[in-house]
């Protein structure tokens, strides 16, 4: 089977769809549903604002890939604006449970947190999925790592591929530092460099070591290649355009 991570978690979704406590016919809301929800739960709660409006989708976004529930999200709040928002994360879950729809981050959510609980749900799956290799795993959040580790379990018959230094998606919520956190929980985790670039010349790989060396590390590597030193290379410059110089 291959599959992302979020179509993995909606094949879990619709066959442990009772276990979730939810009914077979749920529905999935897409960007504009949810912010059209948000907008009429949220009226008099936040400012009539779309930036607030998204900064509220973000935190909830963040919080449910932290694996946090509308009360732990609430529990841990800091200063006002996080507890108005905690407050707006339950009426919008509830709304949801009540409604039997699902998010985006739901599809992630929801199997991992069954999968922490529910040791019959999370044996089934165990033996389902034998084998597991997870790509750009330098891009995996808090959730889906849980559901990783979930899912191979003790026997830990998985292989993942990584490099921390190209990982892009810090903003929404990826952590590179799941690659430490796989030897921690997965001692016997055979680490495998491959640092031999097929593409590229050696002297792009040689200004791209450079260039890494600046980087905070989980794993020192040193990139080389056989296809000769290449030509030298050219720096190209521009003027900054309206839109950068306004963010900075």
Partial sequence: ???TFHTLGLDIIKREYAALGMKSNFSLFDDTDQVALLKE???????????????????????KNDLQTPAQAA??????????????????????KACN????????????????????????????IRYLLVDEYQDTNTSQYEMVKLLVGQRARFTVVGDDDQSIYSWRGARPQNLVLLSQDFPALQVIKLEQNYRSSGRILKAANILIANNPHVFEKRLFSELGYGVELKVLFSKPTKSTKRNG
Avoid at 41 to 62: A, F, H, M, P, R
Avoid at 102 to 120: A, G, K, M, V
């Fill in 101 to 128: 729809v699902l998010d985006f981050d739901d599809l992630i959510l929801l199997p991992t947190l069954l999968l922490q609980r529910n040791e019959e749900v999370r044996e089934r799956w165990q033996n389902k």
């Fill in 41 to 63: 739960l949220t009226e008099g709660l936040i400012d009539d604002d779309k930036v607030v409006l998204q900064q509220l989708i973000s935190t909830i976004s963040n919080w």
């Fill in 1 to 3: 089977m291959i599959s």
């Fill in 75 to 96: 529990a841990g709040a800091k200063g006002e604006r996080e507890r108005i928002f905690a407050h707006c994360y339950g009426l919008y879950d509830g709304h949801m």
